[in-house]
């Protein structure tokens, strides 16, 4: 393998991360200067600069006819936004789910996801889907503005303040900065994400590895890395709502924005391999539906299915790795998963989703 393409990625994916952060930082600071409240600026500004990284992948990778890339992308971002985000939160304090939107959205995103799904039937998502689905984000982003208005919890409101703070007036000079950080992030993204999806290109080649699974690997986990350290560092302050809300906000993001501008701006669409229809795109929904019990039972995430979630991520990249290598150990792996582990995790969450409603009834 090119020891440059290694170089080339690991600056492509420092770039992807930095300018999320100043797209974040400087979007944000704007936003709280002309009165947007903290809570909102969380669940729409942050919640699409943190996705930043993806739709610069995606856009570039499509415009470059690269569309496994596309899909693996934000496929194998949803799995690890879940699997891992929320794994690694709970591992760190047990997440309580305080905000109303946040049960909102749970079944908002499983309905995304399986839209995603149907849309894909063609092996295609067309220029007029990715409207339909960018329409849904901006019906989302005014969703979330009106619920977050209504959002009562003192609670959840000072996270917010907390995390992203209060409305604050800045000065020209300091507006000016602001600006110049938005512009430098968004510079930044887009030279991060045509040094990776080149790079990654190199690396699949190289490794003889399809490009769908060097998307749905170490691209989507590198650019989940903003969501990952945004919700880390929300846990470890015990701003549960905030990882929450980050991990389940970003997926939404990554469907209807990301995916939907994809398709809109790629002259034929965004082509959806049949293995990502017949098992990547399925394993999604499975992650997101897994999320419902969770979420209801007692408004929280504890440690033990914290890291029943990072175990499901790595059984997950494990597949990957055997399936690509065509392992031998591959059909027991596969035989061990369907027919023990999984079904095992299934009577679990439907006991403890039974005694939680007897106990709320009681």
Known sequence: MDPLAGILFVFGLVALIAGAELLVRGASRLAAAVGLSPLIIGLTIVALGT????????????????????????????????????????????????????RLEVPLMIGVSVLMLVLAQDKQIGRLEGGLLFAGIIAYIAFAIVQGRREENPAVLQEYEHEFGAEKRLSGRQILLQVIMVVGGLAALVIGSRWLVDSATVIAKALGLSELIIGLTIVAIGTSSPEIATSVIASLRGETDIAVGNAVGSNLFNILAVLGLTAIVSPSGVAVAPSALAFDIPVMIAVTVACLPI?????????????????????????????AARHDALPLFSSAMLYFVIPLTIITLLVLTVRAFRARRL
Request: negative net charge.
């Open 51 to 102: 996705s930043s990284p993806e739709l610069a992948v995606a856009v570039s990778s499509s415009l470059a006819g690269q569309s496994d890339l596309v899909v693996g992308s934000v496929v194998g971002s949803n799995i690890y936004n879940i699997l891992l985000i929320l794994g690694i939160g709970a591992v760190i304090a047990p997440l309580i789910v305080s905000q109303r939107l946040v």
């Open 295 to 323: 979420f209801f039972i007692g408004g929280r995430i504890s440690r033990w299915e914290g890291a029943l979630f990072l175990a499901y991520a790595a059984a997950y990249v494990l597949y990957l790795i055997l399936d």
